[in-house]
């Protein structure tokens, strides 16, 4: 059997170039790569170009064993990605009835007519090992070399197509390829911060080299990422869930909010869990945490709704804040944020009551409440707690970083 | 003087090829690089080795007038671009004390201490231009090569300060070396499909060469792109000016939007202009709209708040929706987006109200109201418009169609 010891990735058209799409078929490959222990040193981007696509191929051969392409599989005149690698390959191109008939099949069940160009797209290299294509037109397909000793696989572009392909059908036939495997497992904590969570963990940090543990800060998100190297992925979970183990044992254990989870799903799950409801009141936020919540499928049975809150008056009319507090305190306070979250519990008659208000900017900060300034509530069985943030960054971030807390705040306080 | 007729894009760090972030940079530079005219026809990404980023360098040089690199300038002995390139360009690093100063004052501005690695930041090939770096430490520079003939363009490799370091400082820098400026400018329209668009412009657009004008579509918003070759971007802007007036005068007039904006600052600032305000009742978009909606800095003018009412009870007591209705006709009904809409709008005290009901998968759905049922309601002036959309997708795009569509006609119902 060929080895694989290392990969490229050749992403092939001109949207590319100039700018028009961005590449996120390279990350999204690159992971599952990673994730086999196949080692990645280049990556390409190549016109619609034929000569320019042959070079960019054949040098990609001469420093790796295994080339993913993705694009170029259209039933157009401009995609050629088949036709250059075919010709580099010395492999004539024949038809394929099985993927002709699963094309056919796709129109039908469109109503749509099938017209003679999509014949094109069931063309494949002699020999090659077909990828189905169950989510578009195109099938991708495997080329082995056996004297060169390399293998070539050609992959639609779209991501809609190439994502749920390779997760279905190439991670499969590349587990055969990979002598190890790396499994991951992400710890999802709230409620410690990253050096905090360094601080009590490092000497189990560093004594771990397989898995290995190591934080991670994204969007004021700390996660705790186990990476196991194994023969097998069976056997690379159960070592990643025996650390995920260890690591709940410690001081750390209480923070923990779930496992490769992130903190809408975190939040829905808990409460479902708990037979609780959710409401939402948001001034800042601006929709953006109930949006979020609602991303979740099936959350109708946790999510009841949600007032947003922007202007005084309908913090007035539809939460029941007081205008006394709102002139005594303003509408960024303690006082406001603890009587939006009290008000949309009762309101709402929901067992939790989450709000926010702040100043996002990049207008509307004083001396006394600058931009970044943000009050998180959370109301819950007659109690509310606030936080009080200083942030600093774009609108967006801001923003982004009130919701994070948000979430957190209802996962910490139904847990306490 | 140096000419550029062909330009490279080399990414440099290993979480790109390990799929750790997404290449945004290799897209923003190219849609630049495309403005200037500036034709690329590779790109690539290497890891922090540097023997592999040599043989990069090397390859891309022998193919192209001018390589642009991001990444790999920061603070750690794992940065080594600029090392590097330096030695592949033969030019020793010599410090730059304007440089320097700037990253000490960076840091005292934070109150954070500067340590020694930060300033090999500030050390720059010698003779190098340098683009100062106003949203965090590593300048930028150019390395102009006149005996190859080639121009070297090293970048820091956060979009957060690579996208304004591009805009401010490179592209006035690269904008002498271009031979003609690209100047495009995007006509939004609403309430009209691509081919509708396509039918009632087809002789326009096939007759127009310079500016050319070509039809996208993107999440169900149509926009035109008219597109100029010029000596300068006055001249550009103008002939496209001239295309976007011409374009106004035929019976696609009626549907712009917009030139340039997006749905909701389009819905932000006509609102505004007119002395209206907005509320939304959101059921399926969950908040989306008003996210959406606050995204836009300074909005509070325009917008006053927002109910998700994703459970009936809450339609009712915050709506004022009748439980006859949902009894009758259900919560995802032409009546019951009437009534949401309405009662936005009375609740509320606003002038325009936006109400959404629909399912968005992936369960939910039966065979007379399946999954992709949306009503879209607009309430104005005591008239209520309903749309009633058949989408299909994922949840996420589902959500995301129905609130485009719910902004597209706030724009039309204030403007008719």
Redesign the interface.
Known sequence: MIKISCAEILCVGTE?????????N?????????SLGIN????????D?PE?LKA?VK?ALSRCDLLITSGGLGPTYDDLTKETIAEVLGRELVLDERSLSRIREFFRRRGATMTDNNQKQAMIPRGAIVFDNDWGTAPGFAVEDEELGKVVIMLPGPPRELEPMFDTYVMPYLRKFASEIIVSRNIMITGLGESAVEARLRPLMQAALNPTVAPYCKEGEVRLRVTAKAKTYEEGLRMCDEMVERIRATDVGQYIYGIDIDLEHAVVDTLRSLGLTL??A?S????????R???V????DV?????????N??KV??LGVSPDTLKKYGAVSEETAREMASGIVS???CDVGLATTGI????GGTPEKPVGLVYVACAYRGNITVDRLTLSGT??HI?RLSSNRALKMALEVVKS
């Open positions: 590319l170039l100039i700018g028009d799409i961005v590449n996120t390279a990350a999204f490959i690159s992971k599952r790569l990673a990645q040193y280049y990556q390409a981007c190549v016109g170009n320019r960019a040098a409401g939402t948001e800042c936020t601006g929709g953006q945490i109930a949006s919540i609602v991303d499928a099936g959350c109708s999510f009841v709704g949600s007032v947003v809150a922007y202007s008056d309908v009319k539809l309101r709402l008659g996002a900017g990049p207008g609108r967006e923003r």
